[in-house]
């Protein structure tokens, strides 16, 4: 299996000996040793996944890198954060997915309507299996554990990832910019409840429906 390490903050190097890994296309800056490199159709694997990207615009250009040797990946001078998912299920926006082990399979799956405020559709990209990820935040990304007892509220913008057993909810609220009257109308928000990690960017993305 190949083995990812960061190599610095905004660099991830991945070590393979024969193995493979699924990248954003046009990641790769750099490698060591002998390396394929193959262009794959993102976002989904197999048929269901082709037909759930058309119907819904989540999508994501993505390489496949084989070989020997060493592969450096980055992307805009992003953040870049490491998961280790074993049998879970990561839910991550497609544009903030930066390397997948092979082994894990890519999906999307159904999030109502907190994808419609980002203007990416009602669905999210979902990684499931054993193995590693790599996800890229704007800035230093935080990870914020939900209980049963300590639901949390997200602002759609900052939003990246979420592993666990948690159920979303998108509801109106109050954020910042709105309460020093610098939002042009009712907010939105995401609330999580249940068990699990949401990963959360400290820059907000560019928003359809933040403000609303």
């Known amino acids: 299996m190949a083995q990812f390490r960061l190599h610095g903050s905004k660099v991830l190097a991945v070590d393979m000996t024969g193995d493979a890994v699924k990248a954003k296309n046009g990641s790769m800056v750099a490698y060591e040793g002998e390396m394929a490199f193959k262009k794959m159709t993102g976002g989904g694997d197999g048929l269901r996944g082709m037909v759930t990207r058309r119907l819904t615009g989540e999508s ?36 903030n997915l930066l390397c997948t082990d092979s082994a894990l399979r890519t999906g999307t799956t159904f999030t109502g309507l907190r994808g419609a405020s980002q203007g990416n559709g009602l669905f999210t990209t979902t990684v499931e299996g054993s193995g590693q990820a790599a996800i890229l935040s704007d800035g230093s990304a935080i990870i914020l554990r939900v209980t049963p007892q300590t639901p949390l509220q997200v602002d759609p913008g900052a939003y990246i990832a979420h592993t666990g057993r948690l159920k979303q909810h998108f509801q109106s609220g109050v954020n910042f910019r709105t309460f020093m009257g610098e939002g042009s109308g009712e907010a939105f928000q995401i609330r999580f409840e249940g068990e699990g990690l949401v990963y959360v960017q400290p820059s ?7 403000d609303i």
């Open 204 to 210: 907000e993305r560019n928003t359809v429906g933040g």
């Open 60 to 95: 994501m250009e993505v390489m496949e890198v084989k070989g020997h040797g060493t592969c450096y990946f980055a992307d805009r001078a992003s953040e870049i954060n490491l998961v280790t998912l074993r049998g879970e299920t990561l839910y991550v926006e497609a544009s």
